[in-house]
Protein backbone atom coordinates (compact mmCIF):
# COMPACT_ATOMS: atom_id res chain seq x y z
CA UNK A 1 0.00 0.00 0.00
CA UNK A 2 1.30 3.34 -1.17
CA UNK A 3 0.27 7.32 0.30
CA UNK A 4 -1.15 8.68 -3.05
CA UNK A 5 -2.06 12.65 -1.72
CA UNK A 6 -3.69 14.02 1.04
CA UNK A 7 -6.69 17.25 2.06
CA UNK A 8 -6.20 19.76 4.40
CA UNK A 9 -9.84 21.57 5.57
CA UNK A 10 -9.24 24.38 7.82
CA UNK A 11 -13.48 23.89 9.60
CA UNK A 12 -15.16 26.22 12.30
CA UNK A 13 -14.92 26.28 15.08
CA UNK A 14 -10.80 26.66 15.16
CA UNK A 15 -9.96 23.27 13.72
CA UNK A 16 -7.74 21.74 11.19
CA UNK A 17 -8.68 17.73 9.73
CA UNK A 18 -5.89 16.23 7.78
CA UNK A 19 -7.36 13.29 4.96
CA UNK A 20 -4.47 10.85 3.84
CA UNK A 21 -5.66 8.62 0.68
CA UNK A 22 -3.80 5.44 -0.42
CA UNK A 23 -3.75 3.39 -3.37
CA UNK A 24 -6.18 1.02 -1.67
CA UNK A 25 -8.45 3.18 -0.97
CA UNK A 26 -8.10 3.39 2.64
CA UNK A 27 -8.26 6.73 4.10
CA UNK A 28 -7.02 8.07 7.11
CA UNK A 29 -8.13 11.24 9.40
CA UNK A 30 -5.88 13.16 11.76
CA UNK A 31 -6.73 16.81 13.26
CA UNK A 32 -3.04 18.58 13.06
CA UNK A 33 -4.05 21.89 15.22
CA UNK A 34 -2.54 24.54 17.40
CA UNK A 35 -4.92 27.23 18.57
CA UNK A 36 -4.43 30.17 16.87
CA UNK A 37 -1.93 28.93 14.56
CA UNK A 38 -4.17 27.04 11.87
CA UNK A 39 -2.02 28.05 8.69
CA UNK A 40 1.04 27.72 10.38
CA UNK A 41 0.68 23.98 11.26
CA UNK A 42 -1.09 23.73 7.70
CA UNK A 43 2.54 24.95 6.19
CA UNK A 44 4.71 22.23 8.66
CA UNK A 45 1.57 19.29 7.55
CA UNK A 46 2.21 20.12 3.64
CA UNK A 47 6.25 20.14 4.35
CA UNK A 48 5.67 16.62 5.83
CA UNK A 49 4.07 15.21 3.19
CA UNK A 50 6.03 15.49 1.15
CA UNK A 51 8.04 13.22 2.45
CA UNK A 52 5.24 10.51 3.10
CA UNK A 53 3.66 10.82 -0.52
CA UNK A 54 4.03 7.45 -2.21
CA UNK A 55 5.07 6.14 1.33
CA UNK A 56 3.96 3.29 2.80
CA UNK A 57 1.82 3.86 5.51
CA UNK A 58 1.81 0.76 7.57
CA UNK A 59 5.32 2.08 8.84
CA UNK A 60 4.40 4.16 11.43
CA UNK A 61 7.16 4.10 13.98
CA UNK A 62 9.29 4.83 10.89
CA UNK A 63 7.69 7.45 9.51
CA UNK A 64 7.33 9.03 13.06
CA UNK A 65 11.30 9.28 13.50
CA UNK A 66 11.91 10.56 10.51
CA UNK A 67 9.74 13.48 10.64
CA UNK A 68 10.96 13.97 14.35
CA UNK A 69 14.91 13.17 13.85
CA UNK A 70 15.22 13.76 10.29
CA UNK A 71 14.55 17.38 10.19
CA UNK A 72 17.18 18.82 12.45
CA UNK A 73 15.32 21.13 14.51
CA UNK A 74 12.88 19.42 16.21
CA UNK A 75 10.20 19.68 18.90
CA UNK A 76 7.53 22.41 19.83
CA UNK A 77 3.95 23.12 19.35
CA UNK A 78 4.28 23.42 15.79
CA UNK A 79 6.03 20.56 14.25
CA UNK A 80 4.84 18.56 17.04
CA UNK A 81 1.23 18.69 16.55
CA UNK A 82 1.87 18.54 12.31
CA UNK A 83 3.79 15.08 13.43
CA UNK A 84 0.50 14.30 15.56
CA UNK A 85 -2.15 14.80 12.63
CA UNK A 86 -0.16 12.87 10.11
CA UNK A 87 0.33 9.55 12.85
CA UNK A 88 -2.89 9.70 13.85
CA UNK A 89 -4.59 9.68 9.76
CA UNK A 90 -1.70 6.42 9.87
CA UNK A 91 -3.21 4.70 12.89
CA UNK A 92 -6.62 5.27 11.23
CA UNK A 93 -5.51 3.72 8.08
CA UNK A 94 -3.85 0.80 10.01
CA UNK A 95 -6.81 0.28 11.90
CA UNK A 96 -9.11 -0.01 8.86
CA UNK A 97 -6.93 -2.09 7.31
CA UNK A 98 -7.28 -4.32 9.16
CA UNK A 99 -10.38 -4.07 9.98
CA UNK A 100 -9.80 -3.55 13.62
CA UNK A 101 -9.57 -0.61 16.29
CA UNK A 102 -6.45 1.01 16.67
CA UNK A 103 -6.65 0.00 19.91
CA UNK A 104 -6.29 -3.70 19.35
CA UNK A 105 -2.74 -2.81 17.17
CA UNK A 106 -1.66 -1.33 21.01
CA UNK A 107 -1.92 -4.69 22.98
CA UNK A 108 -5.96 -4.35 23.14
CA UNK A 109 -7.82 -2.50 25.70
CA UNK A 110 -7.64 -2.68 30.01
CA UNK A 111 -11.49 -0.04 30.21
CA UNK A 112 -14.52 -0.31 28.19
CA UNK A 113 -15.39 2.96 29.17
CA UNK A 114 -13.63 6.26 30.97
CA UNK A 115 -14.68 8.83 32.89
CA UNK A 116 -14.95 12.45 30.93
CA UNK A 117 -15.65 16.26 32.01
CA UNK A 118 -17.43 19.39 30.86
CA UNK A 119 -16.00 22.52 30.84
CA UNK A 120 -18.10 24.90 32.47
CA UNK A 121 -16.27 28.63 31.88
CA UNK A 122 -15.02 30.80 34.98
CA UNK A 123 -12.93 33.36 33.80
CA UNK A 124 -15.67 36.32 35.32
CA UNK A 125 -19.17 35.04 34.41
CA UNK A 126 -22.04 35.06 37.21
CA UNK A 127 -23.76 32.20 35.69
CA UNK A 128 -20.56 29.71 35.94
CA UNK A 129 -22.89 27.56 38.97
CA UNK A 130 -25.79 27.67 36.53
CA UNK A 131 -23.01 25.73 34.07
CA UNK A 132 -22.11 23.70 36.35
CA UNK A 133 -25.40 22.51 37.32
CA UNK A 134 -26.25 22.09 33.73
CA UNK A 135 -23.56 20.06 33.18
CA UNK A 136 -24.30 17.98 35.72
CA UNK A 137 -27.97 17.63 35.15
CA UNK A 138 -26.72 16.21 31.60
CA UNK A 139 -24.59 13.37 33.63
CA UNK A 140 -21.53 15.00 33.96
CA UNK A 141 -20.06 13.62 37.24
CA UNK A 142 -17.01 16.27 36.77
CA UNK A 143 -16.61 19.95 35.35
CA UNK A 144 -13.23 22.14 34.87
CA UNK A 145 -13.46 25.51 34.99
CA UNK A 146 -10.74 28.35 34.82
CA UNK A 147 -9.37 29.35 38.26
CA UNK A 148 -8.78 33.14 37.94
CA UNK A 149 -9.07 35.90 35.65
CA UNK A 150 -5.92 37.86 34.27
CA UNK A 151 -3.44 37.99 37.31
CA UNK A 152 -0.12 39.97 37.52
CA UNK A 153 2.98 38.69 38.41
CA UNK A 154 2.23 40.12 42.32
CA UNK A 155 -1.37 40.63 42.66
CA UNK A 156 -4.22 41.70 45.08
CA UNK A 157 -6.01 39.30 47.14
CA UNK A 158 -9.36 41.20 45.69
CA UNK A 159 -8.50 38.79 42.79
CA UNK A 160 -7.70 35.58 44.67
CA UNK A 161 -10.85 36.09 46.71
CA UNK A 162 -12.82 36.57 43.73
CA UNK A 163 -11.08 33.32 42.08
CA UNK A 164 -12.09 31.52 45.52
CA UNK A 165 -15.64 32.78 45.78
CA UNK A 166 -16.64 31.23 42.74
CA UNK A 167 -14.89 27.94 43.03
CA UNK A 168 -16.80 27.75 46.49
CA UNK A 169 -19.99 28.35 44.78
CA UNK A 170 -19.69 25.59 42.83
CA UNK A 171 -18.58 23.39 45.47
CA UNK A 172 -21.69 24.14 47.30
CA UNK A 173 -24.07 23.43 44.55
CA UNK A 174 -22.74 20.26 43.26
CA UNK A 175 -22.13 18.46 46.60
CA UNK A 176 -19.37 16.60 47.46
CA UNK A 177 -19.25 13.86 44.80
CA UNK A 178 -18.64 16.05 41.39
CA UNK A 179 -15.26 16.44 40.64
CA UNK A 180 -13.85 20.02 40.13
CA UNK A 181 -10.45 20.72 37.56
CA UNK A 182 -9.38 24.10 38.24
CA UNK A 183 -7.27 25.16 35.50
CA UNK A 184 -4.79 28.50 36.07
CA UNK A 185 -4.21 28.46 32.53
CA UNK A 186 -0.69 29.19 33.10
CA UNK A 187 -2.09 32.83 34.18
CA UNK A 188 -0.80 32.96 37.63
CA UNK A 189 2.92 33.36 38.46
CA UNK A 190 4.89 31.94 41.38
CA UNK A 191 4.13 34.38 43.86
CA UNK A 192 0.27 34.09 43.59
CA UNK A 193 0.54 30.35 42.99
CA UNK A 194 0.99 29.43 46.16
CA UNK A 195 -1.57 31.41 47.69
CA UNK A 196 -4.37 30.62 45.42
CA UNK A 197 -3.95 27.27 45.46
CA UNK A 198 -3.64 27.55 49.28
CA UNK A 199 -6.73 29.17 49.55
CA UNK A 200 -8.77 26.58 47.62
CA UNK A 201 -7.79 23.61 49.03
CA UNK A 202 -10.48 23.49 51.13
CA UNK A 203 -12.94 23.00 48.68
CA UNK A 204 -11.05 19.76 47.76
CA UNK A 205 -10.58 20.52 43.62
CA UNK A 206 -9.81 17.02 41.68
CA UNK A 207 -6.75 19.01 40.51
CA UNK A 208 -5.19 22.25 39.84
CA UNK A 209 -3.97 22.42 36.03
CA UNK A 210 -0.50 24.63 34.88
CA UNK A 211 -0.67 26.65 37.95
CA UNK A 212 2.39 28.03 36.74
CA UNK A 213 3.34 27.98 33.01
CA UNK A 214 5.18 25.40 31.97
CA UNK A 215 8.54 26.67 31.27
CA UNK A 216 8.49 27.80 34.88
CA UNK A 217 7.89 24.29 36.52
CA UNK A 218 10.29 24.21 38.56
CA UNK A 219 8.10 26.27 40.85
CA UNK A 220 5.91 23.48 41.08
CA UNK A 221 8.25 22.05 43.65
CA UNK A 222 7.06 24.97 46.40
CA UNK A 223 3.41 24.51 45.38
CA UNK A 224 3.50 20.94 46.01
CA UNK A 225 4.82 21.03 49.17
CA UNK A 226 2.70 23.98 50.38
CA UNK A 227 -0.76 22.03 49.02
CA UNK A 228 -2.19 17.99 49.06
CA UNK A 229 -4.02 19.24 45.74
CA UNK A 230 -3.15 16.62 42.74
CA UNK A 231 -1.14 19.00 40.47
CA UNK A 232 -2.09 18.45 36.71
CA UNK A 233 -0.08 20.08 33.86
CA UNK A 234 1.34 18.71 29.93
CA UNK A 235 -0.91 20.25 27.43
CA UNK A 236 1.99 22.67 26.59
CA UNK A 237 4.58 19.96 26.65
CA UNK A 238 5.35 18.43 23.19
CA UNK A 239 7.61 15.26 23.72
CA UNK A 240 8.21 12.50 26.13
CA UNK A 241 11.83 14.66 26.41
CA UNK A 242 9.21 17.36 27.68
CA UNK A 243 7.92 15.21 30.20
CA UNK A 244 11.52 13.56 31.38
CA UNK A 245 12.34 16.17 33.95
CA UNK A 246 8.95 16.38 35.46
CA UNK A 247 8.72 12.90 36.17
CA UNK A 248 12.17 12.70 37.71
CA UNK A 249 11.55 15.83 39.44
CA UNK A 250 8.30 14.28 41.20
CA UNK A 251 6.05 17.02 41.58
CA UNK A 252 3.14 16.35 39.53
CA UNK A 253 0.57 14.20 40.51
CA UNK A 254 -1.35 14.20 36.52
CA UNK A 255 -0.02 14.68 32.87
CA UNK A 256 -2.47 16.03 30.34
CA UNK A 257 -0.49 15.71 26.75
CA UNK A 258 -2.43 16.73 23.98
CA UNK A 259 -2.78 13.96 21.16
CA UNK A 260 -3.05 16.57 18.54
CA UNK A 261 -0.16 18.23 20.15
CA UNK A 262 2.63 15.59 20.88
CA UNK A 263 3.45 13.66 18.46
CA UNK A 264 -0.08 12.04 18.16
CA UNK A 265 -1.00 8.41 19.10
CA UNK A 266 2.64 7.52 18.89
CA UNK A 267 4.38 9.74 20.97
CA UNK A 268 1.25 10.24 23.69
CA UNK A 269 0.97 6.34 24.57
CA UNK A 270 5.04 6.11 25.20
CA UNK A 271 4.21 9.52 27.48
CA UNK A 272 1.84 8.03 29.38
CA UNK A 273 3.51 4.67 29.88
CA UNK A 274 6.49 6.09 30.81
CA UNK A 275 4.31 8.14 33.64
CA UNK A 276 2.97 5.19 34.77
CA UNK A 277 6.48 4.20 36.08
CA UNK A 278 6.44 6.84 38.27
CA UNK A 279 2.81 6.53 39.55
CA UNK A 280 1.72 9.44 38.11
CA UNK A 281 -2.08 9.52 36.75
CA UNK A 282 -2.95 10.95 33.07
CA UNK A 283 -5.97 13.45 31.36
CA UNK A 284 -5.64 14.09 28.11
CA UNK A 285 -5.77 17.08 26.97
CA UNK A 286 -8.59 18.01 24.04
CA UNK A 287 -10.62 20.90 23.78
CA UNK A 288 -10.45 20.10 20.43
CA UNK A 289 -12.49 18.24 17.46
CA UNK A 290 -13.98 14.67 16.77
CA UNK A 291 -10.59 13.06 15.56
CA UNK A 292 -8.40 13.99 18.49
CA UNK A 293 -11.37 13.65 21.04
CA UNK A 294 -11.20 9.76 19.17
CA UNK A 295 -7.55 9.53 19.15
CA UNK A 296 -7.52 10.36 22.95
CA UNK A 297 -10.08 7.50 23.39
CA UNK A 298 -8.05 4.66 21.48
CA UNK A 299 -5.43 5.54 24.06
CA UNK A 300 -6.95 6.06 26.98
CA UNK A 301 -7.75 2.02 25.74
CA UNK A 302 -4.93 0.97 26.19
CA UNK A 303 -3.26 2.83 29.29
CA UNK A 304 -3.89 1.70 32.73
CA UNK A 305 -3.20 5.46 34.30
CA UNK A 306 -5.48 7.11 32.17
CA UNK A 307 -8.38 8.52 34.54
CA UNK A 308 -10.39 11.03 33.13
CA UNK A 309 -10.74 12.54 29.41
CA UNK A 310 -11.65 15.88 28.68
CA UNK A 311 -13.93 17.02 25.40
CA UNK A 312 -15.19 19.99 23.72
CA UNK A 313 -19.05 19.33 23.38
CA UNK A 314 -20.40 22.92 24.59
CA UNK A 315 -17.27 24.54 25.10
CA UNK A 316 -17.40 28.45 24.54
CA UNK A 317 -14.95 27.61 21.93
CA UNK A 318 -17.17 25.70 19.69
CA UNK A 319 -18.92 28.55 17.58
CA UNK A 320 -20.65 27.40 14.12
CA UNK A 321 -19.95 24.17 14.66
CA UNK A 322 -19.42 21.93 17.75
CA UNK A 323 -18.04 18.33 17.99
CA UNK A 324 -20.22 15.94 16.43
CA UNK A 325 -21.19 18.06 13.57
CA UNK A 326 -18.59 16.42 11.37
CA UNK A 327 -19.47 12.57 12.53
CA UNK A 328 -22.00 10.41 10.30
CA UNK A 329 -22.83 8.46 13.41
CA UNK A 330 -23.79 10.98 16.31
CA UNK A 331 -23.91 8.58 18.96
CA UNK A 332 -20.18 7.25 19.21
CA UNK A 333 -19.44 9.93 21.71
CA UNK A 334 -22.61 9.44 23.74
CA UNK A 335 -22.10 10.30 27.39
CA UNK A 336 -23.55 7.88 29.91
CA UNK A 337 -23.62 8.45 33.72
CA UNK A 338 -20.03 10.71 33.40
CA UNK A 339 -18.73 8.35 31.09
CA UNK A 340 -17.78 7.69 27.38
CA UNK A 341 -17.61 4.46 25.69
CA UNK A 342 -14.16 3.21 24.00
CA UNK A 343 -15.33 3.65 20.04
CA UNK A 344 -15.17 0.02 18.60
CA UNK A 345 -15.20 0.59 14.95
CA UNK A 346 -12.17 0.19 12.78
CA UNK A 347 -9.22 2.79 12.57
CA UNK A 348 -10.02 5.48 14.89
CA UNK A 349 -13.75 4.20 15.37
CA UNK A 350 -15.39 7.30 13.66
CA UNK A 351 -17.15 7.73 10.43
CA UNK A 352 -16.32 11.83 9.26
CA UNK A 353 -19.01 13.46 7.16
CA UNK A 354 -16.96 14.22 4.48
CA UNK A 355 -19.89 16.43 2.60
CA UNK A 356 -20.06 18.56 5.69
CA UNK A 357 -16.17 19.06 5.92
CA UNK A 358 -16.09 20.31 2.89
CA UNK A 359 -19.16 22.51 2.83
CA UNK A 360 -17.29 23.53 6.20
CA UNK A 361 -14.27 24.20 5.14
CA UNK A 362 -15.67 26.89 2.50
CA UNK A 363 -16.22 28.92 5.18
CA UNK A 364 -12.98 28.27 7.13
CA UNK A 365 -11.97 30.38 10.25
CA UNK A 366 -9.26 32.28 11.21
CA UNK A 367 -9.48 32.14 14.56
CA UNK A 368 -7.11 33.86 17.23
CA UNK A 369 -6.19 33.95 20.72
CA UNK A 370 -7.74 36.81 22.72
CA UNK A 371 -5.07 39.55 23.73
CA UNK A 372 -5.71 40.31 27.35
CA UNK A 373 -3.82 43.32 28.72
CA UNK A 374 -3.48 44.36 32.49
CA UNK A 375 -5.07 47.95 34.12
CA UNK A 376 -1.18 49.08 33.64
CA UNK A 377 -1.28 48.23 29.59
CA UNK A 378 1.19 45.17 30.19
CA UNK A 379 0.20 42.05 28.09
CA UNK A 380 -1.65 39.50 30.53
CA UNK A 381 -1.06 35.70 30.42
CA UNK A 382 -4.63 34.12 28.27
Known sequence: MK????????????????????????????????????????AAVIEFMDYMVNQDPMKIEDHWNI?????????????????????????DIKGKYFNVPIYQLLGGKCRDKIKVYSWVGGDRPSDVVKAAKSAVNAGFTAVKMNGSEELQIVDSYKKVNKSVERIAMIREALG??????????????????????????????????????????????????????????????FSRWDFKKVFIDGYVDIIQPDLSHAGGITECKKIISMAEAFDIAAAPHCPLGP??????????????????????????????????????DKEVFD????????????????????????????????????????????????
Open 3 to 42: ITGYKLFQVPPRWLFLKINTDEGISGWGEPIVEGRASTVK
Open 67 to 91: MYRAGFYRGGPILMSAIAGIDQALW
Open 176 to 237: SDIGIGIDFHGRVHRPMAKVLAKELEPYKPMFIEEPVLPENNEALRDIANAVSIPIATGERM
Open 291 to 328: IALAACLQVDATVYNSFIQEQSLGIHYNVKADLLDYLK
Open 335 to 382: YNDGYVKIPNGPGLGIEINENYVDKMAKIGHNWRNPIWRHNDGSISEW
